[in-house]
């Protein structure tokens, strides 16, 4: 049985573990947090295999994405979608 301190890890290891499988420029982790979970990891077999299955998914969706292009009409549509949000235009 866990107790409430591990508990309490492996809730903020869930919490931040996207973030540190994905690597994510936008909102890394700091080295200290991306410490705490490695420490975290080695020690707790269930986060560190939903830390294994994400990474798995996160490899799957990267290699879907790689073979598909959109059509040239879906991303003119996407781009003049965004040119219309970022220039106010409320259609």
Known sequence: MQGPRSMLECWWSGRVLDRYVEQQPAAPLGRAERERLERH???????????????????????????????????????????????????
Not at 52 to 63: G, I, K, M, P
């Open 41 to 91: 990891l080695a020690v707790c077999g269930r986060c560190a295999s939903s830390a294994a299955e994400r990474r798995r998914v996160h490899a799957a969706l990267d290699r879907l994405g790689a073979g598909h292009t959109p059509p040239p009409a879906s991303l003119r549509r996407a781009h003049d979608l965004v040119r219309d949000l970022t220039h106010g235009d409320s259609r």
